[in-house]
């Protein structure tokens, strides 16, 4: 089998299975069947063509598992008839257990939009902890001397890489002595509060003092509002004794001028962000000035 990530761009993530040994085209689309299907169609045309050019070199070898390499004539079998994501931001973990579990015919174990939960802060240790992660010994990393010396190529991922912040409250308040563990982390620690989550991201921002890295840009988004933040002005914008960023504050307005609850609000609430605002004040200095020369 080949896996195949396809994408709806801007919109939606789905799996799609070339499977040799039954000549289909699997979908595991984590929405049903109500979705459309021609970006999956276009990725096909050009593995067709690319799977033609190789047919044409001395060296290929079709060999047994692979009879049948006209894949545009293979039948296009929806997996899920029926949703089982019910919000709209888990598409792509979704498509990512569908890559583990599918065995071809059946999916070897069940998930739910519930499971996505954990899914989702497993992945985000998993893909820190990979041996392919090219920002390894960055602050938020804290290795004992032991660890150290483990080589680069031993497999030090597992489902017990989640240290959970309640967990680790619960150790220190078990500890014989009462004394709060200062020493270094072994694990990044994942919170189970989003609070408390929020709180670990920002102390590791702050931690953060080197100066090539704080002019990295770590934020950018074009909806609903034009965005782009250096580290640099993430710290500042934590920060809570200077202004907030004039950006954050147009974009926390677009959001909230977006959000459907408030739109239907009678009398119908109305926002404006400060460019609005510089606009307005200086359209009327201008009046003004126009105004007082008149005069």
Request: with cysteine; aromatic share 6%; hydrophobic share 35%.
């Amino acid at each position: 089998m080949v896996f195949l990530p396809i994408n709806i761009r801007k919109c939606h993530w789905y799996l799609s299975v070339i499977n040799a040994k039954k000549r289909e085209i699997q979908v595991l689309d984590s929405l049903g069947v109500g979705m459309g299907r021609s970006d999956l169609t276009m990725t096909l045309q050009g593995l067709d063509k690319h799977l033609k050019i190789a047919c044409d070199m001395p060296e290929f070898k079709r060999g047994d598992r692979w009879q049948d390499l006209d894949i545009m004539n293979w039948t296009v079998v929806d997996k899920f008839q029926e949703p089982i994501q019910t919000d709209s931001a888990s598409c792509g973990l979704f498509m990512l257990n569908c890559m583990e579990y599918w065995t071809g015919d059946i999916l070897s174990d069940n998930f739910t939009q519930e499971d996505m939960k954990e899914f989702r802060r497993k992945l985000a240790v998993i893909l820190l902890e990979t041996e392919l992660n090219k920002l390894k010994g960055s602050p938020i990393y804290y290795r004992t001397d032991n660890e150290e010396n483990v080589s680069d190529n031993e497999e030090n991922v597992s489902d017990s890489d989640v240290e959970f912040l309640e967990d680790r409250k619960r150790k220190r308040q078990d500890s014989h002595d009462g004394a709060e563990d200062k020493g270094p982390l072994r694990n990044p620690i994942m919170a189970v509060d989003p609070q408390d989550l929020v709180d670990e991201l920002c102390n590791h921002i702050m931690s953060i003092n080197d100066a090539t890295s704080l002019e990295k840009e770590w934020v950018r988004s074009s909806k609903p509002h034009p965005i782009g933040l250096s580290l640099r002005r993430i710290k500042g914008i934590i920060r809570r004794d200077q202004p907030l960023d004039i950006d954050c504050f147009n974009m926390a307005i677009c959001i909230l001028a977006s959000d459907e609850a408030l739109l239907t609000r009678d009398p119908p609430v109305r926002f404006m962000d400060l460019q609005f605002c510089t606009a307005v004040i200086e359209a009327a200095l201008t009046s003004l000035r126009d105004l007082d020369s008149r005069v």
